[in-house]
């Protein structure tokens, strides 16, 4: 592998961040909280003695998959970092269905003091070496978006893409796409003071839009030569996002590398779908011809006006 | 002067079809600009409003082109739109010319209203392409694209990609007429001259001078 610097800095830091921090992670070791002890206090655990042999996942979700448990914090990356590991949206994941099902097949160090201490980092192309050139390719990209920019907070692949939650993109549902985002632009990062909706305000149909469309959709661009997966990644502040309806919707319009991202497969479109989708309001403009039927409509506009001044003038002159 | 070469004109049918379709064609070219030009242009509140709004008027102005319709052609005044010798070329050189140069100054209209003659050459070859054209254009894409989208017959994006630019390009047409049936409307004995007898239906004749 021949990958540049900053690749292979985004790279390792691509880890599951969640054992990266203290007060994370899941309670791996465990001599256990007593049976008698349902709701293990932390002094249980600490008090337990090291055994660095990796347990069952009873014993992290023990508290990883408590109810009541603290379900996040920021980190001082900026990061929001997960504690709590919805099991439902786990068992879906793609790393579960490949098996990785036991915490410690991921998180296989650290995790055996409370609180948890420093894990060795788990980078994508750790597991996925024979991606290598597509995550390159991706990690080009995510250097250029607004996020890498920031200086809020420190990006790698799992700020975005929880790996405990992570699935093919035709497999999520836009609710899970668009969490993504809005897991962080809801609020924390959101300097205007306003709602997402108010912020889109200016979009005629800034309700729907939101509603139906992911929010890559504006908020990255297609690129020549470079794979829609790839330049999906880098993501565009709103001065560079799309604001021409005609970005979408026209025949040749980016559209159709988005179909994905809004749950649908072009082929299994039904009419109305493409109506509502592909075919929309504005697809059917031409800018010259908005510009020659606005010229036509200055003219007469102006052409009446001036035949009228002109009468009037002329019939005055007569009147003297 | 006198005003005894008053005559009606203008039925009751033709005054309440006309003002109707006023109404509905300004509507139509307001909201339709609203949805053509979405993001600019957004006076109704909402593209959904619009579009609705457009949608119901648009049906309001198909029935209401079936009664004039039907109307001119069962009292046979479709007559007034048959072309005669005087619009030919010639007759719309000298209308043409009078609108360049004899109504500044204050020459009579070269074809005046007649109780057999409602209309002068050149407004005469604008009404058939507007009535006989336009609205007719306008109807039968502006419906078929409604059908479409309601699902009355399959949608075909190509289809509805051409209908669309034909329908918008009519509608610049329409807006163009708008400006200029509004503003040659003052070109009666006053200004308002034209505007009344479109109100009681009754032509008066010294306007001609």
Known sequence: MTLSHPVRLLLSAAVLVVFATSATAFAEEAPTPPADAPEAQPEAVEKAPAAPEPKAIDECISCHQKPGMKPAYVGDDGVVHDLYVDPQRFSQSVHYKADMTGCTDCHDTGFDTYPHGEHDKLGCIDCHDDQAAEFEAITKETLQSVHYKSDKVTFNCTVCHASHYMKKARQMTLAEKNGMCIKCHNDRFNTSGMTLAQRHDWHPLAALHLNKTACITCHTQPEKGVSAIAFKHKILGRKDASRDCTDCHKPEGKMLHYLIDIGEEPTLLSDEELLNQLYLTGSTRIPALDILGLLLLAAAFAGTLGHGALRALAAMRRSK | ?209
């Open chain 2, 1 to 209: 002067m006198s005003t005894e070469k008053r005559f009606y004109l203008v039925t009751v049918i033709e005054r309440l079809w006309h003002w109707i379709h006023a109404a509905c064609i300004v509507l139509l070219v307001l909201t339709g600009f609203n949805i053509h030009f979405a993001e600019t242009f957004n006076i109704f509140g909402s593209f959904e409003t619009a579009v609705t709004a457009h949608n119901i008027i648009g049906l309001v102005v198909t029935f209401d082109f079936a009664l004039w319709f039907a109307y001119t052609l069962f009292t046979r005044r479709y007559s007034f739109y048959v072309p005669i010798k005087d619009d030919m070329p010639a007759g719309m050189i000298k209308q043409a010319m009078f609108y360049m140069l004899g109504i500044f100054q204050g020459k009579p209209h070269p074809f005046p209203v007649t109780p057999k003659r409602k209309f002068n050459p050149l407004q005469k070859w604008t009404y058939v392409g507007i009535m006989f054209g336009l609205i007719p254009l306008m109807i039968v894409t502006g419906l078929y694209l409604y059908f479409m989208v309601t699902g009355v017959v399959a949608f075909n994006g190509m289809h509805a990609y051409v209908l669309s630019i034909i329908h918008y390009i009519g509608a610049i047409f329409a807006g163009f007429f708008l400006f200029v049936h509004v503003y040659l409307a003052t070109t009666g004995h006053t200004p308002l001259t034209l505007f009344a007898t479109m109100i009681h239906g009754y032509h008066d004749h010294e306007e001609e001078h």
